[in-house]
């Protein structure tokens, strides 16, 4: 297939690198068009009230690569209106750095995002992220991007999944349909977990932020959240909890059903 790589955590994240990897391995013709910078929780935001600069540049991915100063949803509508020189078949956004599991962070998430704005396109849509715990997220946030070993091998045990799994997604979507399927793979991840179909958790998130410091500023604090989900169906959360990978599709038409 050809397709279309971008992710929300930038073109320097090492979870995006090992997904093209995979994908280059399994056969497909990629295009990457990627942030600069981290996007993370900047949902389907575009930049309006900015000029977005794109260009080429040779990351060494083996593939035609664009970094954008944008949104992953500046990425996939320049790439496809502007960068490049065919459509592709589908959208992939990710893998990323964290699950992207629940309704408090699929609205907010800008790799499912990316995947979005392909569908928005009329193009199968697929987003992917790897959970990892807390002290193992922090650790390569603060490492900036040096990975450690065992969050490598669960990462590549997810991309193989990925490349097979992620293709098949697109192949099986009508085109037009407005749905982005949601891939979270656990941590960690064997190999032979299995895939179970889910739907977003329930989560309520209040408080994310900081008391009001001095300077009058308020910060960020990560919190999982409440989950209130009812027992059945299963819900991301809970399969990614017990190992397995959760899929989950995301039918944007039936909002307001």
């Not at 000029?51 to 970094?67: F, K, M, N, Q, Y």
Request: glycine share 8%; charged share 20%; with cysteine.
């Amino acid at each position: 297939m050809k397709l279309l790589v971008t992710n929300d955590d930038g073109i320097d994240s090492v979870f995006l690198h090992e997904l093209v990897r995979a994908l280059h391995a399994a056969g497909h013709e990629l295009f990457v068009t990627a942030p600069r910078r981290e996007q993370s929780w900047i949902g389907a935001a575009k930049s309006r009230g900015r000029a977005v600069h794109s260009g080429a540049e040779d990351r060494g991915l083996g593939c035609p690569t664009w970094v954008v100063d944008g949104t992953p949803s500046d990425c996939v509508n320049i790439a496809l209106g502007h960068l490049l020189p065919c459509r592709p078949d589908a959208v992939l956004s990710g893998i990323n750095m964290g699950m992207n599991a629940s309704l408090a962070f699929i609205i907010a998430s800008g790799t499912i995002a990316g995947a979005w704005e392909g569908a928005l396109h009329g193009l199968p849509a697929v987003a992917l992220s790897q959970d990892l715990t807390p002290e193992a997220y922090d650790r390569l946030a603060a490492s900036h991007g040096k990975i450690e070993p065992d969050v490598l091998a669960t990462l590549r045990v997810s991309v193989a999944h990925a490349a097979r799994f992620a293709p098949e997604l697109a192949a099986s979507s009508r085109p037009g349909s407005f749905v982005v399927h949601n891939v979270n793979y656990p941590f960690p991840c064997p190999s032979d977990a299995p895939v179970r179909r889910t739907v977003p958790a329930r989560v309520v998130i209040p408080g994310l932020f900081s008391p009001q410091a001095d300077d009058g500023t308020h910060r960020l604090v990560f919190k999982l959240g409440e989950d209130v989900s009812p027992p059945e169906p299963l819900t991301d959360r809970t399969a990614i909890a017990t190992g397995c990978i959760s899929h989950s599709v995301l039918d944007y038409t039936r909002i307001g059903a």
